[in-house]
């Protein structure tokens, strides 16, 4: 499987490492032999058709920017959407930077790619909140898969869990704490009784929260997630626009000491149940299963047979979230070995 990357921060070095190290263990123990023939950056790109040795692949991560200047196979300027058009792949994995605005240039790439006849295995939120519905029915029409798994829960496998170990089963409503930022503010409020801004503070020196942080603190981050979800799992044809959201920036101490008194505590809490999409801050009792704190993220899937399946781990991090992307690529050769069977 021939593999361009788009996007080469913190998710796509982890990618490369992940691709490099496994070659020879898991990654062929599946059948699967990777090959990255090209980065794309703001920079320009590295391209061989041949594929990026590992050893090359920890060159360039050691050389660090610009990738382009690489004296063998560097392409200084050359724009991600040319790298997409021009060189002959089966994936695209796109993990740029997230923009909710009009999620470029992300969208582009993905819309790009999947017009090239490439799959495309991406970590970003913003087009999927954006345009999931428009994105998924471009993808079967050009029949090519998109995979996603990374834009929740990280690592932790959420919308496979839903979609695998739940296969069968009628999931009827979504309830979980999905950002990490905002859950280890909260538990950093409730524990140590500091205010939001010193929680925020604390957060920003600890690199969980951005140094402008309302992507996180006013619920966007969450409530892209709750887009994919409802898309993902309940089929629900929504975008960011209709979810109902409020952030954590008006949760007091004071509000957080009368829940406590009733057992309770306050998280941002994303929600699909029904017709209604929501993130808010909510009150919930200390025992209950999605009470987790830190930067965890857990998910409760409401089922009409087997309950309620709740899932915690970790929601972020550059190589949990690239090891989703290995996830998604795993799943879409499983995918097209079995074309090719049937």
Not at 78 to 96: G, K, R
Not at 176 to 182: A, E, M, P, R, V
Not at 265 to 282: E, F, M
Request: proline share 4%.
């Amino acid at each position: 499987m021939r593999i361009i990357l788009v996007g080469y921060g913190v998710v796509g070095k982890g990618v490369t490492t992940i691709l490099a190290r496994k070659y020879t263990e898991k990654v062929k123990d599946n059948g699967f032999s990777p090959k990255i023939v090209a980065i794309a950056d703001i920079d320009g790109a590295v391209i061989n058709p041949r594929g990026l040795s590992p050893e090359k692949l920890e060159a360039i991560r050691q050389r660090g920017y610009p990738i382009s200047a690489d004296p063998e196979f560097g392409h200084k300027g050359m724009p991600a959407l040319d790298v997409i058009e021009s060189v002959e792949a089966e994936v695209v994995v796109e993990v740029t930077p997230v923009n909710i605005k009009n999620g470029e240039p992300a969208l582009s790439h993905i819309t790009r790619a999947f017009k090239t006849g490439k799959h495309v295995v991406t970590t970003n939120k913003g087009p999927l909140a954006l345009a999931m519905p428009a994105l998924t029915e471009l993808a079967e029409y050009n029949n090519v898969y998109l995979r996603f798994s990374g834009t929740v829960g990280g690592g932790t496998p959420m919308l496979e869990f839903a979609k695998k170990c739940l296969a069968g089963d009628k999931i009827l409503a979504i309830r979980g704490i999905l950002n990490g930022t905002t859950n280890y503010i909260l538990t950093e409020m409730s524990q140590n009784r500091v205010t939001f801004q010193e929680a925020l503070a604390n957060a920003q020196k600890l690199g969980y929260a951005e140094r402008e942080p309302s992507m996180d603190i006013d619920g966007f981050d969450t409530a892209c997630k709750v887009v994919i979800l409802a898309n993902w799992i309940l089929n629900k044809k929504i975008t960011l626009k209709d979810v109902d959201r409020t952030g954590i920036r008006d949760v007091s101490l004071q509000a957080l000491d009368e829940a406590s008194k009733r057992g309770n505590t306050i998280k941002l809490i994303g929600s699909i149940d029904g017709d209604k999409a929501t993130v808010k801050p909510t009150e919930i009792p200390k025992n209950n299963p999605i009470c987790v704190s830190g930067v965890l993220n857990a998910i409760t899937f409401f089922t009409e047979f087997a309950g309620e399946q709740t899932l915690v781990g970790k929601g972020a991090g550059g190589i949990e979230t690239a090891s989703a992307v290995l996830r998604d690529l795993l799943d879409i050769r499983h995918k097209l070995a079995t074309k090719i069977l049937a």
